[in-house]
C-alpha cells in the first residue's frame, strides 16, 4: 500500500492500555495534501470551511470464512496537519475520538452522580473517557515529538 501524497506519519493510538481498539492518525504536511487525501479515498469526505483537522469514525465488521460477521478493532482515524498540531487541535480531535470509543465499548461519560445540582464525585464512566482522551492526546504527543514533528509546547 502506497503512503498518501504528502503524509508525514501514520501512526496508532489506544484509549486504554491492554485494548485492541485504536485510531489510525495520520499527519499531513498541509491542509492541501489533507484535503487531497479526504477526496482520494474510497468515500470522499470533507474538511469543511473551519476544518484544521479530522476525526472520522466507523465500524469495520469482516465476514470469516464461515460467514460469522467480526467487528474489527479498528475504530476510525484522526487527520491532522503539521502547522495544527498542537494541544488544542490534538485534544479537540481526541474528544470526538473518546465519545466514539465510549459508545463503542458501552459506558456512558456523562452518567455523573448529582447531589441537589451539585456534582459529588466523578463518575466511574466520566473518569474511564477522561482517562482515555488523556491517553490518545499523550500517545499523538509522543509520536510528534519522537518524529519531530512537534518542536515545543
Known sequence: MTQPRGQLACFR????AGSGLFYRVRVFQS??????YLKSGPVARTLGHYGRAMCSNWLRIRIDESGRQRL???????????RNLGT???T??????????????????FDSKQKRGRLVSASVGE?????????????????GYKRG?????
Open 13 to 16: 493510538i489506544y484509549p486504554e
Open 31 to 36: 491542509e492541501r495534501t489533507l484535503r487531497h
Open 72 to 82: 474489527q478493532p479498528d475504530m476510525g482515524e484522526i487527520l491532522l496537519t503539521v
Open 88 to 90: 488544542e487541535v490534538i
Open 92 to 109: 479537540h480531535e481526541c474528544t470526538h475520538a473518546a465519545l466514539n470509543w465510549s459508545q463503542r465499548v458501552g459506558f456512558d461519560p
Open 127 to 143: 473518569e474511564r473517557f477522561c482517562y482515555g482522551l488523556g491517553q490518545m492526546a499523550r500517545q499523538i504527543a509522543v509520536q
Open 149 to 153: 514533528l512537534i518542536q515545543d509546547a
